[in-house]
T-cell receptor
Framework: KNEVEQSPQNLTAQEGEFITINCSYS?????LHWLQQHPGGGIVSLFM???GKKKHGRLIATINIQEKHSSLHITASHPRDSAVYIC?????????????FGSGTQLTVLP | NAGVTQTPKFQVLKTGQSMTLQCAQD?????MSWYRQDPGMGLRLIHY???????DQGEVPNGYNVSRSTTEDFPLRLLSAAPSQTSVYFC??????????????FGNGTRLTVT
C-alpha cells in the first residue's frame, strides 16, 4: 500500500512570496493528483501528472518518479491562494481506481 | 453542465437512523467514488464504481452501502448511523479508460452529524 506524506503541514507566507509544498510517496505510481480545498470546503483538481512538469497560471507542479516525490509551487502568492493543498496517489501500484490522500498543507497568504 | 451534485449539504441523524446521500454527475463519467474527510486525516475512500452495475470497496467501507444502477447516480447509504460516521462526505467522478483515470471532479460535500 502506498503511504503519502506532505510537508509542511502549515505554511504562512507574505503576499508575493514563492511557495513550495512537498509530497512524497512510497510505491511507484502511474499518476499523482494535486487538489485545492477552499476555505468553504469545496475541492478542485489542480493537476494530474505522471512525469515532468505542468504549469497553470501561477501554479507549477513537478514530479520525480525515481525519487517518488512531487512539489507544488505557487509563484507571486496572493491571499486568494489561501487554502488546503492535498496530494493523492494510487493506493496500490498499477491501479488508479483507489487513491490515497495526504493530510494536506494549510496555506495562509497574508496581504 | 452542473458537474457533480451532492445532496443534502447538511444532515443530523440520531444513532441507528438510516439515510442516503445522493450523488449525481452529468459528465458521462464512468468512475464515481465516495470519500469521508475527518479532522487531521486525509480523504479516505469508502466505495467506488467503474460503471453501471459495478461497485467495489475502498479503504473504509464498513457501515456503508452503494449501488450504481445508472451512469449518472451513485448514492451512499448508511443503514444504521453511528457517531463514528460523523464526517464530511465527498462524492467525485472522472473518466476511466483502461485502468487510468482523468482528474477528479468533486461535489460540494455533505456535512453529517450523528448524535
Amino acid at each position: 500500500k502506498n503511504e503519502v506524506e506532505q510537508s509542511p503541514q502549515n505554511l504562512t507566507a507574505q503576499e508575493g512570496e514563492f511557495i513550495t509544498i512537498n509530497c512524497s510517496y512510497s510505491v511507484g505510481i502511474s499518476a499523482l493528483h494535486w487538489l485545492q480545498q477552499h476555505p468553504g470546503g469545496g475541492i478542485v483538481s489542480l493537476f494530474m501528472l505522471s512525469s515532468g512538469k505542468k504549469k497553470h497560471g501561477r501554479l507549477i507542479a513537478t514530479i520525480n518518479i525515481q525519487e517518488k516525490h512531487s512539489s507544488l509551487h505557487i509563484t507571486a502568492s496572493h491571499p486568494r491562494d489561501s487554502a488546503v493543498y492535498i496530494c493523492a496517489v494510487p493506493l496500490f501500484s498499477g491501479s488508479a481506481r483507489q487513491l490515497t490522500f495526504g493530510s494536506g498543507t494549510q496555506l495562509t497568504v497574508l496581504p | 453542465n452542473a458537474g457533480v451534485t451532492q445532496t443534502p449539504k447538511f444532515q443530523v441523524l440520531k444513532t441507528g437512523q438510516s439515510m442516503t446521500l445522493q450523488c449525481a454527475q452529468d459528465m458521462n463519467h464512468e468512475y464515481m467514488s465516495w470519500y469521508r474527510q475527518d479532522p487531521g486525516m486525509g480523504l479516505r475512500l469508502i466505495h467506488y464504481s467503474v460503471g453501471a452495475g459495478i461497485t467495489d470497496q475502498g479503504e473504509v467501507p464498513n457501515g456503508y452501502n452503494v449501488s450504481r444502477s445508472t451512469t449518472e447516480d451513485f448514492p451512499l447509504r448508511l443503514l444504521s448511523a453511528a457517531p463514528s460516521q460523523t464526517s464530511v462526505y465527498f462524492c467525485a467522478s472522472s473518466y476511466s479508460r483502461q485502468g487510468r483515470n482523468s482528474p477528479l471532479h468533486f461535489g460540494n460535500g455533505t456535512r453529517l452529524t450523528v448524535t
